[in-house]
């Protein structure tokens, strides 16, 4: 079963995979700067990066 959701919080997601901020920023292919936007909400995921998002997720829980 998914253990998180595109509503979650982009933060929560990154700890849920055990990732630090670089790592994540690095495989989704963003600047470690716009994903700690992300997470204090300074930014929002819209359009094609939360499409992109939610692709990286369910490749990801298609992994575990």
């Known amino acids: 079963s998914e ?3 595109l ?6 997601i990154r700890q ?9 920023a690095n495989l989704f292919g963003v600047s470690q ?3 700690a936007n992300w997470e204090r909400g300074q930014k929002h995921l ?6 992109l998002l939610k692709r990286f997720l369910r490749n990801c829980l ?3």
């Open 3 to 5: 253990f998180v959701h």
């Open 7 to 12: 509503e979650t919080p982009v933060k929560v």
């Open 16 to 24: 849920q995979l055990g990732l630090s901020q670089q790592e994540f």
């Open 33 to 35: 700067r716009t994903l």
């Open 46 to 51: 819209i359009g094609p990066a939360r499409a």
């Open 62 to 64: 298609n992994r575990r």
